[in-house]
């Protein structure tokens, strides 16, 4: 191959620089870039560049090191394996950085695997980001237009005035617009927090419309809080990992504290509105065993677990339909154990977006 990195012999980490800029289905110096949807079933070599989501010491019953990878892109998520040159590789890439890679399928149990050959980061110059993370369907800003005009429509000038309050702080609202959802099953990427709050607000208006004894103000605003806490949940890394404070706390507690913060910075709140906007916040996963302290017991609370849940649910199906294909079965996707089921695809990704929509 042209490129100097992979004339190497196998296993070599190489500090070199490769040239060119490799696209999704693109040419770098005459070679193909191949994405994971794309990985030839031929024990025929390729080149990809890929996210390394998790890196994972280990040893074969013989006591040789190896080092097993988890490597996605925008169309799927592989394992990966290190067999020779392990101890160098493991610290020559880490964890939610970009790497490029010159591998080989293989297939273990029925399911699909890359034997690495050759590994080293990607210079930001090799790829493009959104080749690399799911994101968002509109764009950021239109997304925001959305809170914003919501937010204008809440009446309660309570709950308006703690909106606008939460919303004044330039740094939170940079934050809020590209923050993730969660750090994999749903929403999973830079933006997913904002999606997934629109969804919510979408649904809610409908809801409103057909149940009138809904107070309307209070589940808006629960929509655009009930998951702020994630911006401190988790981190900003392409690959989303939750930081020591979301571990410990978690985000239905994070949010409340700063919730709290601007409260207090309010001349009043009334109790009474404080309890019902508290207990939808910490009841909105429904259940103690999903880790809510508290089931929903009002209208609103119940209202926002449900929309909370569907909107998570459908982009847990399409994230397991678009990236874990079974290539053993056509039309299904591999078992998945978070949603305990296979999930039936059929003929979607053949039609066109607009068939779909």
């Not at 950085?97 to 990607?122: D, E, S, W």
């Not at 103000?217 to 989303?240: F, P, Q, R």
Request: overall charge negative; proline content about 4%; charged content about 30%.
């Amino acid at each position: 191959m042209p490129d100097e990195l992979f004339g190497h012999d196998s296993g070599a980490v190489a500090e070199d620089k490769m040239k060119g800029t490799p696209k999704a289905n693109g040419e770098e110096s005459g070679n193909a870039v191949t994405r994971i949807i794309d990985i030839p079933t031929s024990k025929s070599d390729f080149v990809g560049v890929y996210l390394l989501k998790s890196k994972t010491p280990s040893e074969t019953k013989a006591g040789a090191p190896y080092l097993r990878l988890r490597l996605s892109d925008r169309t799927g998520e592989i394992d990966a394996f290190v067999w020779e040159n392990a101890g160098s590789t493991e610290f020559a890439v880490r964890r939610g950085q970009v790497i490029k890679l010159k591998g080989r399928l293989n297939i273990f149990q029925q399911r699909p695997n890359i034997k690495v050959l050759n590994i080293r980061l990607a210079s930001e110059d090799e790829y493009d980001v959104s080749a690399i993370v799911d994101g968002p369907k509109a764009c950021l800003a239109d997304l925001f237009i959305v809170v914003t005009e919501s937010i204008q429509k809440v009446t309660d000038p309570d709950y308006r005035a703690l909106l606008e309050e939460v919303f004044s702080d330039e740094k939170f609202v940079s934050r809020f617009k590209i923050a993730p959802g969660a750090k994999a099953i749903h929403h999973a990427y830079p933006g997913g927090l904002l999606e997934h709050t629109v969804s919510l607000l979408r649904l809610a208006s409908s809801i409103i419309e057909i149940y009138g004894d809904l107070d309307a103000d209070l589940l808006i605003t629960t929509c655009i809080l009930h998951d702020i806490g994630k911006m401190e949940e988790y981190n900003s890394d392409l690959a989303v990992e939750r930081t020591t404070e979301g571990r410990l706390l978690g985000h239905i507690v994070l949010g409340l504290l700063k919730l709290q913060r601007c409260v207090e910075k309010l001349d009043s709140f009334p109790a009474e509105k404080w309890r019902k906007l508290l207990h939808a916040l910490i009841s909105h996963h429904g259940s103690l065993e999903w880790g809510s302290p508290q089931v929903p017991m009002t209208l609103e609370a119940i209202a926002l677990h449900y929309i909370d849940n569907l909107d998570a649910k459908l982009g847990q199906f399409r994230a397991v339909s678009e990236k874990h294909k079974d290539p053993n079965f056509e039309g299904f996707t591999t078992y998945d154990k978070f949603l305990e089921r296979y999930v039936y695809f059929g003929d979607r990704f053949s039609r066109t977006e607009d068939e779909q929509q």
